[in-house]
């Protein structure tokens, strides 16, 4: 009896292993709309069935958007990640944003343009310190424009690797986007790859590295955030 027992318990046991890893957990900020989606959900089953039904599809699209994968990051030294799942929209010379105090010189700036069927989640595209932190207001212009890098409201660091390279990246929010949700602080040491943001509902990431970087993707291609290696920095950059 018992040596039944045991087969069975192993087979449940894989099973919610299995579905551990299939399904991904979700992002904190997300927990407050599931939440109410469900509880509408619940109320609305009372009105009327089919109503209730609508409103469980509803929880389970708020509990899919907010979605944060594992993911698994490059560990080699000398390159930045993509900050965002999406697609790549331009790769341009552009100055970086000025309340970041960097130098008024061009840096190569590479947007990742998110839709809202992408994980929305923000990683680190690289580890080192924050050095600087920066919220700014502004408008809600489609993120897919190239005037949202410079009009729409956006959250900016830079971070400074352990071998002096500095990079930025601007969390900006899209047409339908009204919250931009960032976890780290100036003086924060951070990994390349963690979570640290996330935009509501529809949005875009720009980095900013080094113009002498070499780039190693290009307008139209989809990138996984944390995963997909944008660049190769610049070793004359780094301090010795």
């Known amino acids: 009896m018992s040596t039944e027992a045991e087969p069975n318990k192993s087979t449940l046991a894989h099973l919610v292993t299995l579905a551990r890893e299939t399904v991904p957990p979700m992002h904190p900020a997300g927990k407050p709309f599931v939440l109410g989606a469900v509880l509408a959900a619940l109320l609305l089953r009372r009105l009327w069935r089919p109503?209730?039904?609508?409103?469980?599809?509803?929880?389970?699209?708020?509990?899919?958007?907010?979605?944060?994968?594992?993911?698994?990051?490059?560990?080699?030294?000398?390159?930045?990640?993509?900050?965002?799942?999406?697609?790549?929209?331009?790769?341009?010379?552009?100055?970086?944003?000025?309340?970041?105090?960097?130098?008024?010189?061009?840096?190569?700036?590479?947007?990742?343009?998110?839709?809202?069927?992408?994980?929305?989640?923000?990683?680190?595209?690289?580890?080192?310190?924050?050095?600087?932190?920066?919220?700014?207001?502004?408008?809600?212009?489609?993120?897919?424009?190239?005037?949202?890098?410079?009009?729409?409201?956006?959250?900016?660091?830079?971070?400074?690797?352990d071998d002096g390279v500095e990079v930025a990246v601007v969390q900006i929010a899209g047409l339908v986007a009204r919250r931009i949700v960032c976890s780290v602080s100036e003086g924060d040491t951070v990994q390349a790859g963690a979570t640290y943001g996330l935009i509501r509902f529809g949005s875009r990431v720009d980095l900013y590295v080094p113009r002498d970087s070499r780039v190693l993707v290009e307008p139209g291609q989809r990138t996984i955030g944390g995963e997909t290696v944008l660049a190769e920095l610049p070793e004359e950059r780094r301090a010795s």
């Open 51 to 161: 109503l209730g039904v609508l409103g469980g599809v509803v929880a389970a699209w708020c509990a899919w958007f907010f979605r944060e994968p594992r993911r698994v990051t490059p560990s080699r030294t000398g390159i930045a990640v993509a900050p965002a799942d999406g697609t790549v929209a331009h790769v341009e010379s552009a100055t970086p944003p000025p309340e970041l105090g960097l130098p008024d010189a061009p840096m190569t700036r590479i947007s990742v343009f998110l839709t809202v069927f992408d994980v929305h989640v923000q990683r680190v595209p690289l580890s080192g310190k924050i050095t600087k932190a920066v919220y700014r207001p502004g408008k809600f212009l489609s993120a897919d424009l190239d005037k949202a890098s410079e009009d729409n409201e956006r959250n900016s660091l830079v971070i400074r690797s």
